[in-house]
């Protein structure tokens, strides 16, 4: 634990009279989107963020609002993701009327296509958790296939696609959640990297400590850092095995209408945007905070997109770029209550899905701060779980 005692002078004293202080640690969607709706709910919150909000993961992501595999995951996790995805459009609507802006919440379908050769082994598990879940999945046959994507391989020789997955533009969403936290004078601090959380005595945590040496005093703290959220965590002895995993993004120029479903085989995915633009994602690269593309990933992502939509080698390359995902050993996130920290609430390693998560978790986040008890079983995703590798979604192999 870090010392928190500063001069008086230094104090900011940030408590209100009225509502829950809340003090929320980092400015991605998840910290941000939490912020908006503890307002909601009568608190008062502030967030702080090291850098400029809402420009690390939650700005690089692809916006697929769907898990790459969701049945990988264990059936809390689809829980999770169908409550959050049930809320995307109240939040659309909330966040449109507010701001005027649109986050282009697209329903644009998936499709996974399935060659001769395919390693796609997890077809009958697919299937098996649409149809266990509800999630609406049609098996189209080669002909088929080709009419819904024209550019696509001719070895592909079928495909599933589930017509109701959607996505959003990372930056837009992160834009008009940040225009709804400025019209309701919610303050977002800029350059304000937290390093260390205040006790008042009894193990109750009531402020933070900027790396400034400014105390902010808090009645409630929640740890919202994306892959920074393990180290900050560390410096408070607190054990969260959140890492970053690198994700390299390249940006080709199509034409509208060219690709209008997100297709995905094995790792690598395509992303149509409205205006042709079509993004394809992403690495999984277990390297630290390794900053930059390289051109040996941004190839191989190009030639696993000639493969799989040969139409698409005359797309201009237009921009390519990267993310840390706040990653998990079991790829699930970390949510709710710090044990034996009075005060501290965490809310980080949403990995793959945090886009996807996000107004479920700001949703149950803010309810459980304000003293609501959560209407949804969250012991898989206990701050104090078990440290467990899940296969597949969890931490690719280090570099
Ligand atoms: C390439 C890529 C593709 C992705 N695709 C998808 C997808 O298709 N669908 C999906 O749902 N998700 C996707 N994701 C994942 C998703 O983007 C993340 O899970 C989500 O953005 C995490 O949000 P966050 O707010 O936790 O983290 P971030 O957006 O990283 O925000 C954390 C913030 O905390 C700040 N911070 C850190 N430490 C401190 C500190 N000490 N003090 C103050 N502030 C601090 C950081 O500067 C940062 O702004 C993708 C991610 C990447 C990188």
């Known amino acids: 634990m870090t010392d928190m005692k500063q001069p008086e002078s230094k104090r900011l004293d940030c408590k209100q009279t009225n509502g829950k202080r809340v003090v929320v640690i980092g400015g991605g969607v998840i910290g941000c989107l939490t912020a908006l709706y503890l307002h909601e709910l009568g608190a008062n919150p502030i967030v702080l963020e090291k850098g400029v909000a809402g420009r690390e993961s939650s700005w690089a992501g692809a916006g697929i609002l769907c898990p790459i595999h969701p049945w990988l995951y264990p059936d809390s996790f689809t829980h999770l993701i169908d409550a959050s995805l049930a809320m995307y459009p109240a939040m659309d609507a909330m966040l449109h009327e507010k701001t005027g802006m649109s986050m282009q919440w697209l329903k644009s379908g998936l499709l996974i296509p399935l060659f ?22 049609e098996e189209l046959d080669a002909g088929q296939t080709q009419m819904h994507v024209p550019t696509i391989s001719d070895k592909v020789n079928g495909s599933l696609l589930w017509p109701d997955v959607g996505q959003v533009r990372n930056p837009r969403l992160l834009a008009s959640v940040s225009k709804a936290l400025e019209l309701a004078n919610i303050p977002v601090r800029q350059h304000a990297e937290v390093v260390g959380l205040g006790e008042n005595g009894q193990g ?65 995915y395509l992303v149509p945007r409205s205006d042709g633009h079509i993004l394809v994602g992403a690495s999984m690269e277990r390297v630290g905070f390794e900053q930059g593309t390289t051109k040996a990933v941004i190839d191989a992502l190009l030639e696993a997109t000639y493969r799989i939509t040969p139409g698409l080698k005359s797309a201009e390359v237009v921009n390519q770029w990267m993310g840390f995902r706040p990653g998990s050993p079991d790829g699930m996130p970390y949510l709710g209550p710090v044990e034996g920290r009075k005060g501290l609430w965490v809310a980080c390693g949403h990995y793959r899905n945090g886009v996807a998560l996000a107004p479920g978790t700001a949703d149950l986040m803010s309810r459980m701060i304000m003293g609501e008890k959560p209407d949804m079983d969250l ?18 192999k280090a570099a």
Do not use: C, Y
């Open 116 to 137: 001769d050769d395919d390693r796609v082994h997890h077809r009958d598990d697919a299937l098996k958790w649409s149809h266990r879940f509800d999630w609406h999945v």
């Open 379 to 396: 012991s898989d995703f206990r701050v104090d779980r078990p440290v467990v590798e899940l296969n597949r979604v969890g931490f690719p």
């Open 204 to 268: 109750e945590i009531n402020a933070v400590t900027l790396a400034s040496g400014e105390q902010v005093e808090a009645d409630a703290v929640l740890l919202a850092a994306g892959s920074w959220s393990g180290e900050l965590a560390k410096q408070i002895g607190l054990a969260l095995p959140v890492e970053p995993v690198k994700g390299q993004i390249v940006l080709l120029k199509g034409e509208p209408g060219k690709v209008q479903h997100i297709i995905k085989h094995d790792d690598v």
